[in-house]
């Protein structure tokens, strides 16, 4: 190689790049001297070469981060470096330097949406949900049909310490304004020997629905219905295990909204239930173009779309009181017992003593997701630690970082950290491994408004008693509905301090503790949390009603 590099000299680099001959590259790369090294075109072919070989590692990805965030220091103007500074961060967990250039940039430039989409992403990282609304809601402003950032800013609300269930509806308003109609749904029904029951998610790839729907399919009357799955999963392999529950699978991520919309429909569905809601990667846009007779909301998602198209949003007493429809754009098909029932999980893995007696401290845990331990609950479980002989472990049920965790721990007070009173481990473990962690837990604390579901089937399962807040709207009472179904109404808080003052009650009453634990399994399979037999068989029954009552009141039958 010359001394000076020339335009030929770094097409050749280029060609290497875009011929997948990483190592060959980066070794000619590495043995140029500063000044080389140094030159922006080979600056920016390295990086790419470090982020985007097969075999890169986080090392490689954290060099490539590096060379991008700091040529972009250097040179303002070339913002794809620092676009892809802003894709790294999440494959190496880096925030804190980006988000000093990223907030730099947005005062002294017009509107970028990948910007702004990189800022709301980070703070979503880093539990900073208040953060990321404020962000989402700039980019909605901008970019009023941007699918996925409308659909982040709605499902990121429900995390909010206070949840307003008039301003969510009405941004779930202001998003449907903003959904594509494609052509008309032919409203004439065709009654087929069974009725054919569709769901519809991309979360049928080992997803904690799986617990809950399993046991559906399993024992819903097959005589009566015919399923059909539509599988969103950008990959069918990782379903598997589900694909024979089912009469009918279709593999639909490849399809384009207007494609998927008239694939399904040709498909002559009856009933269709979502599993996503406003979760990531969802198809919402379907249903406001109506694919099937009857439009429902189950499972995945805790709270209404707000959109007229959904018909009913499956759900029990406890979770939308009679007085609250106006809350909720779909009516309630009401469920006798729960919402929801889960599998049996494992009873290979027993339930073990009260951990107290040999820790002889009480140890408080909560395996939720993060992003709900909101600075409210923090607050509060700040507060039992203090005034209590305690502890508490704190997992969290999504793969997490070390920067979240120290992000986390910084909100807590100084003191329960430096005494060791709050204790973190890292997520996603083989499922065994992660329910035996409950063999330390005495008693888990729930977040709110966001309370756990399969957290809390699981908890209960390992006979670990749950504590949960009340709440005012379908998702911040999951807790209270799973409580009261148990009959175990003395772990149910009416506010925040009685929250406190119950944690503090029964932190003390070991001997209830420890009998409790060693009950907690048996009568949870009493109950309606663990009878898929019973529940299947309602759920079929309230599905069989609104069928034949849509059949009876429809003049366009075939």
Not at 377 to 389: H, P, R
């Amino acid at each position: 190689m010359k001394d000076i590099l020339t335009k030929s000299n770094i097409n050749n680099l280029e060609k290497l790049l875009l011929s997948g001959k990483n190592e060959a590259l980066e070794s000619i790369i590495e043995k140029f001297d500063k000044l080389k090294f140094s030159h922006p075109a080979v600056q920016m072919i390295y990086a790419a070469s470090k982020s985007m070989k097969p075999n890169s590692t986080i090392k490689d990805k954290k060099i490539a981060f590096d060379i991008y965030l700091n040529y972009f220091k250097k040179n303002n103007k070339f913002v794809k470096a620092l676009y892809n500074a802003c894709s790294l961060s999440f494959e190496i967990n880096e925030y804190s330097n980006l988000l000093i250039v990223l907030k730099n940039y947005i005062k002294n430039n017009p509107y970028d949406g990948k910007i702004f989409e990189a800022l709301y992403k980070i703070y979503n990282h880093l539990v900073e949900i208040e953060l990321s609304i404020y962000y989402l809601k700039i980019i909605t402003l901008n970019e009023p049909q941007n699918y996925n950032a409308w659909s982040a800013l709605i499902f990121s609300q429900n995390y909010k310490s206070k949840i307003n269930q008039k301003e969510y509806l009405k941004n779930c308003r202001n998003f449907e304004k903003n959904i594509k109609k494609y052509s008309k749904f032919n409203e004439k029904i065709k009654i087929n020997k069974k009725i054919r029951l569709a769901f519809i998610t991309p979360y049928f790839d080992g997803n904690s629905i799986d617990g809950f729907l399993r046991g559906l399919l399993e024992n819903i009357n097959n005589e009566i219905f015919q399923i059909i799955s539509f599988n969103l999963n950008d990959s069918d392999k990782k379903s598997d295990h589900l694909k024979k529950k089912f009469d009918e699978w279709y593999h639909v991520y490849h399809l384009n909204d207007e494609d998927l919309i008239n694939y399904i429909r040709k498909k002559e569905i009856d009933i269709i239930i979502d599993l996503a809601g406003y979760g990531p990667n969802n198809r919402l846009t379907i249903f406001k173009n109506r694919v099937a007779h009857l439009q429902m909301l189950w499972l995945g998602y805790c709270n209404s779309l707000g959109l007229k198209e959904i018909d009913y949003i499956i759900t029990d007493k406890n979770l939308i009181k009679d007085n609250e429809n106006n809350d909720y754009t779909e009516k309630p098909l009401y469920l006798k017992n729960i919402w929801n029932c889960h599998e049996k999980i494992s009873e290979k893995i027993t339930v073990n003593d009260l951990p107290y007696y040999k820790k002889k401290v009480l140890t408080f845990g909560s395996f939720n997701n993060f992003s709900k331990i909101n600075n409210e609950v923090i607050k509060v479980w700040s507060e039992i630690l203090i005034e209590t002989n305690s502890r508490l472990i704190l997992k969290s049920s999504l793969k997490i970082s070390a920067e979240k965790i120290e992000n986390l721990k910084n909100k807590f007070p100084k003191k329960l950290i430096n005494n060791e009173k709050i204790i973190f481990y890292s997520g996603q473990e083989r499922k065994e491994d992660h329910l035996k962690k409950y063999h330390e837990i005495d008693i888990c604390l729930d977040t709110f408004p966001y309370p756990g579901v399969t957290t809390t089937f699981e908890a209960i399962w390992m006979g670990v008693p749950v504590l949960t807040l009340k709440g005012n709207n379908f998702v911040s009472r999951c807790g209270e509905s799973i409580n009261k179904n148990l009959k175990l109404e003395k772990f149910l808080a009416n506010s925040k301090s009685d929250y406190i003052n119950k944690a503090k009650e029964i932190s003390t009453d070991f001997s209830y503790l420890s009998k409790l634990r060693s009950e907690l399994r048996k009568m949870a399979i009493g109950s309606p949390l663990f009878n898929t037999k019973d529940f299947a068989d309602d759920f079929g029954k309230k599905l069989e009603q609104v069928w034949e009552k849509h059949c009876k009141n429809s003049k366009k039958i075939d």
